[in-house]
């Protein structure tokens, strides 16, 4: 299904959510049924066809048609009582008894006992910056389900006792009443059809490729009809949350999960991931996390980051609402919360334990990455002595390398001076007016702009970052007084900048992979960045990259990345975690992240993809 017919759907589903919900929960109740109609019918024509093929043996009826017959419903036989017995995976993370963490338990106990809810069958701590709950099936697709939660070691260092309860009474309100029922069977019931298509996918038989074809244009649909569910689920366990601990505390939860998880994701990772320039031996990440987190954020990070997140806006890749719309859900004007001053590992009964355990389990899986990126830095460190002994030489392209390694092993290294040096030496070099864009405080908006000025006419390439960089100075109240005129025109040219920016992409996502492809062009100092980034992303097993050509930007670098994943990941899993790649990676242009499967396959990105830039464990 294309994506602008995905997006009609689910704009028809929200409307008719919004004109008479009953029916609309009832019409999405009747469409998910249609997959099991699916299901059943492939079982009964499986038994049908194979009663007959057997009773017409038994009367002495033998001929090639039987054959095909017998084999033709032991084949539909099969693959249907591998959709109706779909088996999942244990959550990942550690199960917790009640005597692991009496606290949490007594909270989720009283949880439950306010808004009667079903109980919590099992429950999990894992080391991700988040909490959330799920239902499986027991026994296949018509079986009860098993309530899950899991709750991650980090959001429990990073918010305090009532501010996590709201988190969990959030996820507990998925399964309350009558529509969370149906909110959650509709989610069973869409783990289920992800499951059987995976499993389906690496099945070539020819019954499976009928219920691969079945699915193929059921299941997008019944995404974009369930879409509207799921969101008005997310406001309902919102309500219950608020309900429970107050709009306040509500609010402020979400508040400090969005600025203290941006902060978790962009900055503490890059600093841990630093501390391997000086020791070689891997270093577990969590005891450190737990001083950090309790610490307040900058203020300045602080007010940048809640500012980038009241900037999104709800949209059809997120069931979640985005913050501005679940604040003002709650009637809460957007602010910085008070930070958690407490954290809320006491509800586990020895966090002690748990930090050990999951500071071992990532040395061990993270060993071999540990080890390289030590090599990697400390190449990087031998290439800075190397600049600093014939600095007297350099030339613009030169000083700006020295600095940008510099910044490489410390972020905030002082090497103003280079660029400054850089531009002397070649008036509007590219890459010296970025880095001394970057160095800038925020409050010394005129310097910034003339330089943004200066690299928006110098570097046709870097116009897109140059306006939106200058439209975020421009909107930040820290900056300066407010100049509706000059964002007026940053804004603007930031839209001319769009535009080109889509029709690039266009061109890099519907041609064909492998045409105007080369060998990249990164240099050895880009090559590692790039590796630094892939090594921490753990799923990544191998990674090609090559240079698109573009027709009509010939000028502009741009990239496709190829990975190999495991074959444990689903295909949601897939394109999420490709897409959060396409906004990370350390690449010097746009660059298209796609993964080995029915297209591209692996076959075809070995032999057409180059040499692979890395390996997992080399």
């Not at 008894?97 to 894992?126: N, T």
């Not at 960089?469 to 007026?488: F, K, R, S, T, Y």
Request: charged content about 25%; hydrophobic content about 45%; glycine content about 6%.
């Amino acid at each position: 299904m294309e994506r602008a017919d995905f997006i009609h759907l689910v704009r028809l589903s929200e409307h008719a959510s919004a004109e008479d919900s009953v029916r609309y929960r009832r019409s999405v109740a009747l469409f998910a049924a249609l997959g099991y109609v699916w299901v059943i019918a492939c079982l009964v024509l499986a038994l049908a066809v194979f009663i007959w093929a057997l009773g017409s043996v038994a009367h002495g009826s033998f001929h090639i048609g039987l054959l095909w017959s017998l084999a033709f419903g032991a084949g539909l036989f099969w693959v249907t009582l591998r959709a109706l017995w779909v088996r999942f995976d244990a959550p990942d993370g550690m199960r917790l008894e009640r005597a692991d963490a009496p606290g949490l338990f007594e909270a989720l106990d009283r949880i439950r006992q306010k808004i009667g809810g079903p109980p919590i069958h099992e429950v999990y701590v894992d080391d991700q910056f988040n909490a959330s709950i799920r239902q499986t099936p027991r026994y296949g697709l018509f079986g009860g389900a098993v309530n899950c939660l899991c709750v991650g070691l980090p959001l429990l260092m990073a918010l305090d006792r009532r501010r996590v309860l709201s988190v969990l009474s959030h996820e507990y309100g998925h399964l309350r009443g009558n529509h969370g029922r149906l909110s959650a069977w509709i989610y069973r019931t869409r783990l289920s059809w992800l499951k059987l298509d995976a499993s389906l996918q690496r099945d070539e038989g020819v019954m499976a490729l009928a219920s691969q074809a079945f699915f193929r244009w059921y299941f997008p649909r019944f995404a974009a009809r369930t879409f509207a569910l799921a969101r008005q689920d997310e406001y309902e366990a919102d309500r219950i949350s608020s309900w429970l601990l107050g709009s306040k505390v509500a609010a402020y939860a979400l508040t400090e999960v969005a600025i203290k998880g941006q902060w978790y994701a962009e900055h503490f990772w890059a600093e841990h991931w630093a501390r391997a320039a000086q020791d070689d031996v891997v270093i577990g990440p969590f005891v450190a996390l737990r001083e950090r987190m309790a610490e307040a954020p900058a203020p300045d990070f602080a007010r940048q980051a809640l500012r980038s997140v009241l900037s999104r806006v709800s949209d059809v890749d997120d069931t979640h609402p985005a913050l501005r719309d679940r604040l003002e859900a709650f009637d809460r004007r957007p602010e910085l919360p008070s930070w958690s001053r407490k954290s809320a590992l006491h509800l586990l009964a020895d966090p002690d334990r748990w930090i050990g355990h999951f500071d071992q389990e990532w040395q061990r899986s993270h060993a071999d990455d540990w080890k390289q990126h030590h090599a990697w830095l400390g190449r990087i460190r031998e290439r800075v002595g190397v600049l600093a002994a014939c600095a007297a030489r350099h030339n613009a392209d030169e000083m700006v390398e020295w600095a940008d390694l510099e910044r490489r092993l410390q972020r905030n290294a002082p090497v103003g001076d280079r660029y400054e040096r850089a531009l002397a030496l070649t008036p509007n070099h590219a890459g010296a007016l970025r880095g001394m864009i970057q160095l800038l405080p925020v409050h010394d908006r005129e310097s910034g702009l003339r330089l943004l000025e200066d690299l928006h006419g110098a570097d046709a390439p870097s116009r897109w970052w140059a306006a939106q960089h200058a439209v975020g100075l421009l909107e930040n109240p820290d900056g300066g007084p407010h100049d509706a005129i000059a964002l007026q025109h940053w804004r603007a040219r930031r839209k001319d900048a769009e535009e080109a920016e889509r029709r690039a992409w266009e061109e890099i996502v519907d041609t064909p992979y492998f045409s105007q492809i080369a060998r990249h062009d990164l240099s050895e100092f880009e090559v590692g960045e790039l590796r630094a980034d892939i090594v921490r992303c753990k799923p990544i097993q191998k990674a090609w990259v090559v240079c698109k050509n573009l027709r009509e930007f010939p000028w502009r670098r741009c990239y496709i990345v190829f990975l190999e994943l495991p074959e444990d990941l689903d295909d949601s899993e897939r394109y999420d975690l490709c897409r959060s790649l396409e906004r990370s990676l350390s690449l010097p242009g746009t660059a298209l992240v796609l993964w080995a499967g029915q297209s591209p396959t692996l076959d075809q990105i070995e032999r057409q993809a180059f040499e692979p830039v890395w390996t997992r464990g080399r």
